[in-house]
């Protein structure tokens, strides 16, 4: 995993939806550095339709310039088109997700989770 700054705040957690169609996390990478010659992805993890959570920057990094408000929120991209459209894992995976950056942070009032 790459080393990115840490952020000096953390004010807020935002849920993003995207179907990546199939597209694996090593494919996305690869996407990505060969489109916008990036290293990585822009998020903190993503949550395949499988479950799995793949970590791509620690926690307390800053986010991928490209997000709004990178520096100070945690971001989390999920393989579904919406919340509803969800696989039962990943409800399962972001459920814990969540949770998990509620403990470690747990100043973040709750109307600062977004989607």
Do not use: C
């Amino acid at each position: 995993m790459l080393k990115f700054r840490d952020r000096e705040d953390t004010e807020f957690v935002r849920v993003y939806w995207h179907d990546l169609n199939g597209l694996s996390v090593p494919g996305l990478l690869k996407e990505i550095r060969r489109t916008k010659g990036d290293f990585t992805a822009p998020y903190h993890m993503i949550i395949t339709k499988d479950g799995t959570i793949h970590h791509i920057r620690n926690l307390e990094a800053v986010a991928g310039y490209e997000l709004a408000d990178n520096e100070f929120g945690v971001h989390i991209l999920v393989d579904s088109i919406s919340r509803d459209l969800m696989t039962r894992v990943q409800r399962l995976s972001l459920e814990d997700v969540l949770n998990d950056i509620n403990v470690k942070y747990p100043d973040i009032p709750e109307e600062n989770y977004y989607e």
